[in-house]
């Protein structure tokens, strides 16, 4: 049985330089031509629909980009800094193609986290609720007033058991706490 058999530490450092495409001279130099490439890359109709396909599931643009162009970098085709600089212009580029061809995006992660998606799910779901009950013969504003005061008599019960819960626990914990004199101390 050899347990140690994985490399030493610092042992990558000591190895062959140049074994990886990332540690070679990139192949395309400038910016310019890195964009090029990116822009031919993008153009084919596989590698748009895959992107497309991407975008409607909710991978915001940025990722994608980033994704691409650190595939690149881990080719050789270009540097990091390269890559840096080129995110801007392929995630415009990106934007700029989904919406000539009307395909919904997240621009960014942050976005993603912020929740927009969601809020525009809410949003679709009220409005399609407005949209039925006016179908249905019951107007919008009573179907607002009841959603809005079922919200808040929901809130207001929950606030209320939660305090008494709250008071609850503080006083048990009060009375529980043992008396110490100093910090190893015995308890009285």
Known sequence: MQVFKGPITGESLTGKAGIYPWESPPELMKVED????????????EAKDDIFMMFEIGVPVDVVVDTMTTAMVMEGIHTIDVAILLNPMLEEYLKAIADAANIKYVSSFKDLSKGSIAKEERENARLNKLLNA?????????????????????????????SNDIELEANTKQKELPIRKGIMGKVE
């Open 134 to 162: 006016q179908l249905n013969g019951i107007s919008a504003e009573k179907i607002l007033q009841d959603g809005g005061l079922a919200l808040v008599e929901d809130v207001a019960e929950k606030l209320d058991s939660s």
């Open 34 to 45: 890195n964009l090029d490439f990116y822009l031919n890359k993008i153009r084919e109709d």
